[in-house]
C-alpha cells in the first residue's frame, strides 16, 4: 500500500470517530441531558469519548497535515486563491476553531460543570459538532479534487 493512501486511510478513520461521535453527542446524548437537566448524562460520554476522540483528533492533525503536504506548498495553504487552497484553509481555519473550543471547553466549562454550565456545554458540543462536519466535507472535498 502507497504511504499516502495509508495516511488517508488513517485520516478517514480518525474522521469516522471524530465526527461520528459528536454527532451522537449532539444528537442523543446532549438532548436527553437538556431535557433532564442533567450534565452528568454529557459529562460520562465525555469521559469515554475523549479517551477515543483525542487520539483520533491527533491521528487527524498528523494525517492531514502530512496529506496536505503532498498537495500544496506550506505557502499556499491559507492563500485562498483556488479552490483547492479554500478547502485547505478552510480545513485549517475550522481546525483552529475546533481547538480552540476543545481548550475553553476543557478548561472553563467542564470544571465542576453544573446545572447552569449544561447551556454552555450545549453551545460547545453543537459548535465542535457543526465544525466537525464541515471538516469532513471539506477534506471530502479536496480529496475529490484529486
Known amino acids: 500500500?502507497?504511504?499516502?493512501?495509508?495516511?488517508?486511510?488513517?485520516?478517514?478513520?480518525?474522521?469516522?470517530?471524530?465526527?461520528?461521535?459528536?454527532?451522537?453527542?449532539?444528537?442523543?446524548?446532549?438532548?436527553?441531558?437538556?431535557?433532564?437537566?442533567?450534565?452528568?448524562?454529557?459529562?460520562?460520554?465525555?469521559?469515554?469519548?475523549?479517551?477515543?476522540?483525542?487520539?483520533?483528533?491527533?491521528?487527524?492533525?498528523?494525517?492531514?497535515?502530512?496529506?496536505?503536504?503532498g498537495r500544496l506548498p506550506v505557502t499556499r495553504w491559507l492563500a485562498f486563491g483556488s479552490p483547492e487552497e479554500t478547502l485547505a484553509g478552510v480545513k485549517l481555519l475550522a481546525l483552529a476553531l475546533t481547538l480552540g473550543l476543545a481548550l475553553h471547553a476543557r478548561f472553563r466549562v467542564l470544571p465542576g460543570a453544573g446545572e447552569t454550565r449544561l447551556r454552555s456545554m450545549a453551545w460547545h458540543i453543537a459548535a465542535v459538532t457543526l465544525l466537525s462536519v464541515l471538516l469532513l466535507v471539506a477534506g471530502g472535498l479536496l480529496t475529490a479534487a484529486v
Open 1 to 69: 500500500m502507497e504511504a499516502r493512501t495509508a495516511w488517508l486511510l488513517l485520516h478517514l478513520l480518525g474522521a469516522a470517530i471524530w465526527t461520528g461521535g459528536h454527532l451522537v453527542l449532539a444528537l442523543t446524548v446532549l438532548p436527553r441531558a437538556l431535557h433532564r437537566r442533567e450534565p452528568g448524562i454529557v459529562l460520562s460520554f465525555e469521559e469515554g469519548f475523549e479517551r477515543l476522540a483525542l487520539p483520533a483528533l491527533f491521528l487527524q492533525i498528523l494525517s492531514g497535515l502530512f496529506l496536505l503536504h
